[in-house]
Each structure stands twice: as structure tokens, then as C-alpha cells.
């Protein structure tokens, strides 16, 4: 049956490479995105590029993509923020809440 195929009305349209066209919430990019960075991440470690350089240079590379966005001014005032966020711990993984 014509239904049971990607692509149909259940589906929802597929772009030119079969996937699902349909628009992405904003929590579904969230997702998709942090899991190919995260991707990226475990295969730089395999081959040999070491946690601090991969995080360093992950840093500029997000930091720089704001500042083109968005300007020095707002990244500089958004980056004056993170400082209370990391000790509120909302950077660590697997803390224990008390």
C-alpha cells in the first residue's frame, strides 16, 4: 500500500537524501545538534586530539560563530553570564543534587 511508505501523509514529506523534511522544533535541533557535536567530540578523542584541546577549540569555534551572528558586544555580555552558570552547576554532568 501506497500509506505504508516514507513519504506519504504519515510521513511527511521527504527531502532529495530520504529524510524527513518536516521543520524541526527548536528542542528536536537541540537534540540532533548536541548529538553530532557530541559525535564530532568521540571521534576527534579516537584519534588522538586530547579532551582540553577539543574543548578549547570548541569554545572559540561556537564563540566565534555568535560574535558573527550576533556582534562582539552581545556575546561579550551574554559570555558575562556564564561564570554564575558553571558554579550553579549547570554545565556539570552527573552532579549529585542534594
Same mark, same amino acid.
Do not use: C, H, K
Given at each position: ?7 506519504? $501523509?504519515?510521513? @511527511? ?7 524527513? $523534511? ?13 548529538? =553530532? ?8 578523542? @579516537? #584519534? ?19 560574535? #558573527?551572528?550576533? @556582534? ?16 550553579? @552547576?549547570?554545565?556539570?554532568? =552527573?552532579?549529585?543534587?542534594?
Amino acid at each position: 500500500m501506497a500509506e505504508d511508505f516514507p513519504g506519504d $501523509a504519515t510521513f @511527511g514529506p521527504l527531502d532529495e537524501d530520504g529524510y524527513d $523534511a518536516s521543520p524541526l522544533t527548536e528542542s528536536e535541533q537541540r537534540r540532533v545538534a548536541l548529538q =553530532n557535536i557530541l559525535d564530532a567530540w568521540d571521534e576527534a578523542l @579516537g #584519534e588522538g586530539v586530547e579532551a582540553d584541546v577539543l574543548a578549547t577549540t570548541a569554545i572559540f569555534a561556537a564563540l566565534s560563530d555568535m560574535v #558573527e551572528a550576533y @556582534g562582539e558586544d552581545a556575546v561579550a555580555e551574554m559570555a558575562n553570564g556564564l561564570a554564575d552558570r558553571v558554579r550553579q @552547576g549547570e554545565f556539570t554532568l =552527573n552532579r549529585v543534587l542534594n
